[in-house]
C-alpha cells in the first residue's frame, strides 16, 4: 500500500504537459528549420558543387566500362584505347575522391551552423518567456527541447540535405539514362517501383507517430532524471529511494520500448529496398539475356545497366534513411517551434519610458490577480508603499503576500487594476530597467556555480572586486568569506552545496545590494537564519535600505517590527493596516499572529 502510495505521488510529482502533436506532414515547418542553413551561405553552393562533381563521376564510369570500355575497345581489341579509359577513370575517381572531402567538409560545417544557429535561438528566446511559462513546464523537459531535440536534428543538417540533393539528381540521371540505353529493358526492371512507393507511403504516418512517441518518452525521463538528482535529499530523507528506483525503471522501460518500436518500424524499409533490388536483378539477369540473345542490346548495355541497377537502389535506401531523418527531424522540430512559439504573457514595451531614476512609490490601483481560473490571489487590492520606506507584508500562506511581490518586479502582469511605479502603470516601462531596479532576495537562494566573488557581481556584471568586497562586508558576509579555503575566489558548486543556508542567504544579501536597486524585495528571505546572523543583516539593512523602499515578506514577525508600514493580507484581500503599534492596540488579525508566535516561542 505505502509503495504504490509513493508511486502514486511520484507520478503526480513528475507530471508532463508534454504530448503527442498529432498535425501532418508539415513541410512549411521544416522549410522552417532549413532557413537556420542560411548562417552558411557561402559553404551551401561549394557543397552542391563538390556533390555534382562526385555525383557526375560515377555515373559516367558506367557508361566507360559498358559501352565504351566493352562494346567499343574489347569488340575491337584496341588495348591502347583500352589503357587510356583505364587511366581515364582513375583520374575521374582521384578528381571525385578530392571532391568528397570538401564535400563532408563542407556539409559538416554547415550542419554544426545550423545546430547552433537553432539552439542560440531557442535558448534565447527561453530567456525572453514569462513566469507563467516555467510554472507549467519542468526543468527537464526544457533541457529535453534545447539538448536532445536539437541533437537528433544534427544528422539531418549535416548529411540529410545534401545527400538528399544527391540521391535525387542520381536516381532522375539513372533513369534517363537507363531509358536512352534501352527503353524495353529500363521499364522491366523498374516494374517494382510504383509498388515500393505505395507500400512506403502506407509506413509514413506510423513511423512519424512512434518517433514522436520516442521524443516524450525521451522528456519524460531526462525530467524525472533532473528532479531526482535535485531531490535526493528529500526521497532519502522519507526513504522513498525503492518507489523512485521503480518509477524510473518504469520510465526507462518505456523510453526503452520506444526506441525499439520506432526503430523496427524504421529497420522494415531497408529490406524492403534490398528485395525490390533483388527482384530489379533477376528481371534484368533473365530478361537482359533474352535482349542479347535477340541481338536488340550488347554485352556492354547489359554490363552498364548491372552498374546503375546497383547504383539505383543505393540512394533508395538512402532516401529512406533520409526520410526516417525527416521523421525524426518533424517530430523534434515540431516541439522546438512549440517552444519557440511560445509568446511571453509579460511584454517588454521597447519604447517604452525609462526607468533608470525612480523614486521607488509603488501604487496597487484595484489590484485583481489570479494564477489560474480557480480562485483569485488577489482582489481588487489597493495600497501604497511610500519611497524610501520599508513596507512588511502580513499572512498565512497563500494570502497574497508573495503575489504583490511578484507584481511589483512584474514577473506577471494583474488580471485587473494597475500597478504604478512613481505614477506610471510599470507596464509602460521598459522591463530590463525595471528590473535593474528591483532586487528581489528569496527564501530558497540560488547559488551559481563558479567563485563567491561571481556569484556576488551576478548582481552587477561591471562591478569592481573593491565592490563586492564591499557589498559582503556590508551585510556580514566576509566574516565566513575569508575563512574559506580561497576567500573570494572559492569555488563553490552548483547550488551552493558547499555552502550553509545561512551563508547561501548572506550571498544572495551581497547580490542583490550590489546591484544597487531602488527597490528591495525580501520575499522570507531571514528565515532561513540563524538569530545571530539575523541581527548582523538586521544591524547592515537599516543602513543600506536608507532611501531605498522595501518590502518585506516574513512569518516571523519579528523582523519587522521597525518597518514604516505593515499590511495584514488574507486570501488576497488587505484587511489591516499600520505599525507595529498601531496595529496591536487595534488588536485585530496582526495582534493574533503576534500573540500567537510569542506564545510557540514561549512553550518551544
Known amino acids: 500500500m505505502g509503495q504504490e502510495f509513493s508511486e502514486r505521488i511520484l507520478k503526480r510529482f513528475h507530471y508532463s504537459k508534454d504530448t503527442a502533436i498529432e498535425k501532418p506532414f508539415n513541410w512549411g515547418k521544416l522549410i522552417r528549420l532549413f532557413a537556420y542553413m542560411k548562417t552558411s551561405k557561402s559553404l551551401i553552393p561549394k557543397a552542391i558543387v563538390a556533390m555534382m562533381i562526385t555525383t557526375g563521376v560515377r555515373l559516367v564510369v558506367p557508361l566507360i566500362i559498358g559501352q565504351w570500355a566493352l562494346d567499343v575497345a574489347l569488340a575491337n581489341q584496341d588495348y591502347g584505347l583500352m589503357f587510356q579509359l583505364s587511366v581515364f577513370a582513375l583520374l575521374l575517381y582521384i578528381f571525385s575522391l578530392v571532391a568528397n572531402h570538401f564535400r563532408i567538409k563542407w556539409t559538416n560545417e554547415i550542419g554544426q551552423n545550423a545546430i547552433f544557429a537553432l539552439r542560440k535561438r531557442l535558448f534565447n528566446h527561453i530567456q525572453t518567456l514569462s513566469n507563467r ?58 516494374i517494382v517501383l510504383p509498388l515500393m512507393f505505395f507500400i512506403s507511403t502506407k509506413l509514413r504516418r506510423r513511423i512519424r507517430r512512434a518517433w514522436q512517441v520516442v521524443r516524450i518518452r525521451q522528456s519524460k525521463l531526462n525530467s524525472h532524471l533532473n528532479e531526482s538528482i535535485q531531490g535526493i535529499r528529500v526521497t532519502q530523507s522519507f526513504s522513498q529511494e525503492e518507489a523512485n528506483k521503480g518509477y524510473f525503471n518504469g520510465i526507462n522501460q518505456e523510453n526503452f520500448n520506444a526506441w525499439n518500436d520506432a526503430s523496427r518500424k524504421s529497420a522494415f524499409f531497408r529490406p524492403f529496398v534490398e528485395m525490390s533490388n533483388a527482384i530489379g536483378s533477376a528481371v534484368l539477369i533473365w530478361y537482359g539475356a533474352y535482349l542479347i540473345s535477340q541481338g536488340t542490346i550488347g554485352f556492354g548495355v547489359l554490363v552498364s545497366f548491372a552498374f ?31 517552444f519557440l512559439d511560445e509568446e511571453p504573457n509579460v511584454v517588454d514595451k521597447k519604447d517604452g519610458a525609462h526607468a533608470k531614476n ?69 507596464r509602460d516601462y521598459r522591463l530590463n530597467e525595471l528590473r535593474e531596479q528591483v532586487s528581489t532576495v528569496l527564501q530558497d537562494t540560488f547559488i551559481f556555480s563558479g567563485t563567491i566573488m561571481e556569484n556576488i557581481r551576478f548582481g552587477r556584471p561591471d562591478a569592481s572586486d ?38 547561501r542567504q548572506l550571498l544572495s544579501f551581497a547580490r542583490a545590494l550590489l546591484a544597487d536597486p531602488k527597490i528591495i524585495i525580501l ?77 510557540a516561542l514561549d512553550v518551544t
Do not use: C
Not at 507584508?393 to 504604478?420: C, E, F, M, Q, W
Not at 568586497?469 to 576567500?487: K, S
Not at 522595501?550 to 519587522?560: K, Q, Y
Open 133 to 190: 511559462f516555467f510554472d507549467t513546464r519542468s526543468a527537464g523537459s526544457i533541457l529535453v527541447r534545447v539538448v536532445n531535440d536539437i541533437n537528433s536534428l544534427q544528422e539531418l543538417f549535416t548529411n540529410g540535405i545534401i545527400n538528399l540533393l544527391m540521391d535525387v539528381v542520381m536516381l532522375v540521371s539513372i533513369i534517363i539514362i537507363l531509358f536512352v540505353l534501352s527503353p524495353p529493358l529500363a521499364l522491366a526492371v523498374l
Open 308 to 338: 546503375y541497377l546497383g547504383m539505383f537502389w543505393e540512394p533508395i535506401s538512402r532516401l529512406g534513411q533520409v526520410y526516417n531523418q525527416l521523421l525524426v527531424a518533424m517530430a523534434s522540430s515540431e516541439r522546438i517551434f512549440e
Open 358 to 426: 525612480l523614486n521607488g512609490e509603488i501604487e496597487f490601483d484595484e489590484v485583481s490577480f489570479s494564477y489560474d481560473t480557480s480562485r483569485k490571489a488577489l482582489n481588487e487590492v489597493s495600497l501604497r508603499m511610500e519611497p524610501g520606506q520599508t513596507t512588511a507584508l502580513v499572512g498565512h500562506t497563500g494570502s497574497g503576500k508573495s503575489t504583490v511581490a511578484n507584481l511589483i518586479a512584474r514577473y506577471y502582469d494583474p488580471t485587473g487594476g494597475i500597478v504604478r511605479i512613481d505614477g506610471k502603470d510599470i
Open 466 to 503: 573593491k565592490e563586492v568586497i564591499r557589498a559582503a562586508e556590508a551585510i556580514g558576509a566576509d566574516d565566513f568569506i575569508l575563512n574559506l579555503q580561497n576567500g573570494f575566489e572559492t569555488e563553490v558548486e552548483e547550488r551552493g552545496n558547499i555552502l550553509s543556508v545561512g551563508e
Open 523 to 599: 520575499d522570507e528571505a531571514t528565515a532561513s537564519i540563524d538569530t545571530e546572523t539575523e541581527l548582523k543583516i538586521q544591524k547592515a539593512l537599516a543602513t543600506l535600505l536608507k532611501d531605498r523602499t522595501s518590502v518585506m515578506i516574513a512569518h516571523r514577525l519579528s523582523t519587522i517590527r521597525e518597518a514604516d508600514h505593515i499590511i495584514v493580507l488574507e486570501q488576497g484581500n488587505i484587511i489591516e493596516q499600520g505599525n507595529h503599534n498601531e496595529l496591536m492596540i487595534e488588536r485585530g488579525k496582526y495582534y493574533e499572529l503576534v500573540i500567537s508566535q510569542f506564545q
